[in-house]
């Protein structure tokens, strides 16, 4: 047990039950109106504790968010798979339980993932958000993102777009 309210730290085997619920969640939260309702529950049913362990065993790099030693969100991150960015990281995903957001803990996640990327020295930061997420694009504004490019997704036969924020390298 820790005795900070926050707790930041790299995911284990041990977290797999609790990110597969924080996706759930999450993305039925963030999505549910902007999906096809059968394609955003076929795509949270495959993300189950199963498929969480194989993506650490692949090294996928995750960084689980725990409030008050409760698992509330978590970051997936890495190199940037963006082409034609300077950015080198890249924050693939960064969900938060609907309970906890607004809170000033997405912040918190953020800040965090940023500073690992600049560790491990990969200068600059982006992130894809699918435009229509007016809150996810309103909170990667207030964090700073600057509107970099716009890229396409298709789900369930719709076009959608996704805009791409970037941030520079930190100093």
């Known amino acids: 047990m820790t005795t900070a309210l926050i707790d930041l730290r790299p995911a284990t085997p ?5 990110l597969a619920d924080i ?6 939260g963030a999505y549910r109106g902007l999906l096809n309702g ?6 949270v049913s495959r993300r189950t504790a199963p498929w969480w362990r194989a993506a650490l065993a692949r090294g996928v790099q995750i960084k ?5 030693d409760e698992p509330a969100g978590y970051a997936t991150f890495g190199t940037c798979r963006i082409r034609d960015l300077s950015s080198e ?3 693939y995903e960064l969900y938060l339980k609907p309970e906890y957001q607004g809170l000033g803990f997405g912040r918190s996640l953020f800040s965090s993932v940023r500073t690992d990327l600049a560790a491990r020295n990969l200068s600059g930061l982006a992130v ?3 435009s229509d997420n007016d809150p996810a694009c309103a909170f990667y504004k207030a964090m700073g993102g600057r509107f970099a ?3 396409w997704y298709r789900s369930a036969g719709k076009r959608m ?11």
Request: charged share 15%; glycine share 4%.
């Open 64 to 68: 689980l968010l725990q409030v008050a």
């Open 149 to 151: 490019a716009k890229s």
């Open 38 to 43: 059968v394609e955003l529950q076929r795509l």
């Open 23 to 28: 996706h759930s969640t999450a993305w039925l």
């Open 161 to 171: 777009g996704l805009s791409v924020y970037t941030w520079p390298p930190l100093t």
């Open 14 to 18: 041990e977290d797999c039950d609790a």
């Open 89 to 91: 990281g890249e924050i």
């Open 128 to 130: 894809q958000v699918l």
